[in-house]
């Protein structure tokens, strides 16, 4: 369903910046719900890791397309340094300690319990800004706006991201620290509701 949206989206305007981040966007989240899915199916680090990595770019490139349609102007210096920040978390997830010191289990979802390394906590406070800048940027947005149209767009997009977010909370944090993880799969299917919202939007 990733793939589809992407290749529609992408279909509709292939000059347009805004349609050919959302097709990178929409690509990358189906990456990253592969490898979520392969880490149920085969409990392997480099399948962890993976997951880690492609989130790494998937926060970027959401934050870098924000940045896009907000701001109207795409600032090549601004995405260059988002960029980098995020092909360092995407190499150095797949390095031995960083995300983990220790593998106890793996579960689908990228959810594990072990010995968290250093670089896990870099990762989380990365994520957390990043994700806190799109609802930002995009609140600001839909409050500032005078069109209408897109007001409203911005807010689709601005509640696909909550959601995402509170479901991503919910199934990653909150219920695996009760040590339930049967509900860590339900991850993606939260990025592909983001995705139905920016696609609604666009």
Request: proline share 1%.
């Amino acid at each position: 369903l990733n793939l589809i949206l992407s290749s529609f989206v992408i279909g509709q305007n292939l000059r347009s910046l805004n349609n050919r981040f959302f097709s990178l966007l929409s690509f990358l989240g189906a990456l990253w719900a592969f490898a979520n899915f392969m880490t149920g199916l085969q409990s392997l680090p480099v399948w962890l890791e993976a997951t880690y990595a492609l989130g790494a770019l998937l926060v970027a490139t959401g934050l870098i397309w924000v940045y896009v349609i907000t701001d109207r102007v795409f600032d090549k210096k601004k995405a260059l340094l988002i960029a980098l920040i995020a092909i360092f978390f995407f190499i150095n997830s797949f390095h031995v300690g960083f995300i983990a010191q220790r593998y106890d289990s793996i579960y689908i979802g990228g959810v594990f319990t072990g010995e968290p390394g250093l670089g896990l906590v870099i990762y989380t406070l990365f994520y957390l800004l990043g994700a806190c800048l799109i609802l930002w940027k995009l609140f600001l947005a839909s409050k500032r706006s005078d069109e209408i149209q897109r007001k409203l767009q911005f807010k689709s997009i601005f509640y696909g991201a909550l959601i995402t977010l509170i479901i991503t909370a919910l199934t990653s944090f909150i219920l695996p620290s009760f040590s339930i993880f049967s509900l860590s799969g339900l991850d993606s299917i939260g990025f592909l509701l983001f995705l139905f919202f920016i696609a609604y939007a666009i």
